[in-house]
């Protein structure tokens, strides 16, 4: 399976994307291509400063706190003797520190004003993630929690939680 889904993304990670005649990978770049190709609903802001506040979060949140979640990552930490739960609560508190400070400045109902952007779409996941397998406390950032509170009150993000997926595994439930 493995050695077949390599031929497919060489990465070897999730996630992959078949569309239009494409494969993308890397979270990011597919979100961009979604957001070029699909224009009736884009998720940055028309406003080249909001754009950019969106970016910052973005970068934030794919390049400082999930990456430290990856299997490979954790279970590497693990063979060299360390708790690897714990290293990924430790780093994810430090990077959703920073989040946290940010949103003081860009934040309504979401991550940048009160309309849903590429932002939300990056920080949903990691809240999910520093909640349900990690056990961060979450009651040390109030506007990410509200953010996200606000996000599962829609379908769109309701739906797309691992728990709701088919092909999720049991371990990630």
Same mark, same amino acid.
């Given at each position: @399976? #493995?050695?077949?889904?390599s031929e497919?993304?060489? /990465?070897k990670s999730v996630p992959?994307?078949?569309?239009?005649?494409?494969?993308?990978?890397?979270?990011?770049?597919?979100?961009? /291509?979604?957001?070029?190709?699909?224009?009736?609903?884009?998720?940055?802001?028309?406003?080249?400063? @909001?754009?950019?506040?969106?970016?910052?979060?973005?970068?934030?949140?794919?390049?400082?706190?999930?990456?430290?979640?990856?299997?490979?990552?954790?279970?590497?930490?693990?063979?060299?003797?360390?708790?690897?739960?714990?290293?990924? @609560?430790?780093?994810?508190?430090?990077?959703?520190?920073?989040?946290?400070?940010?949103? #003081?400045?860009?934040?309504?109902?979401?991550?940048?004003?009160? #309309?849903?952007?590429?932002?939300?779409?990056?920080?949903?996941?990691?809240?999910?993630?520093?909640?349900?397998?990690?056990?961060?406390?979450?009651?040390?950032?109030?506007?990410?929690?509200?953010?996200?509170?606000?996000?599962?009150?829609?379908?769109?993000?309701?739906?797309?939680?691992?728990?709701?997926?088919?092909?999720?595994?049991?371990?990630?439930?």
């Amino acid at each position: @399976k #493995e050695k077949e889904y390599s031929e497919i993304n060489p /990465y070897k990670s999730v996630p992959t994307l078949k569309i239009d005649g494409l494969v993308l990978t890397q979270s990011i770049p597919i979100l961009e /291509y979604l957001e070029e190709t699909r224009p009736d609903k884009t998720l940055l802001p028309k406003e080249p400063g @909001k754009r950019a506040l969106v970016r910052i979060l973005i970068q934030a949140i794919a390049g400082d706190i999930q990456p430290i979640q990856n299997l490979r990552v954790l279970n590497q930490v693990e063979s060299l003797g360390g708790d690897k739960n714990e290293w990924a @609560k430790h780093f994810i508190t430090i990077g959703f520190e920073g989040v946290e400070k940010q949103l #003081e400045k860009t934040s309504g109902k979401y991550c940048v004003g009160d #309309e849903v952007t590429l932002a939300d779409v990056c920080l949903l996941p990691q809240v999910y993630n520093a909640t349900m397998r990690f056990g961060v406390d979450m009651k040390k950032f109030p506007r990410i929690q509200s953010i996200a509170d606000n996000l599962y009150k829609l379908d769109a993000f309701k739906n797309a939680q691992p728990d709701k997926q088919g092909d999720c595994p049991v371990s990630m439930v």
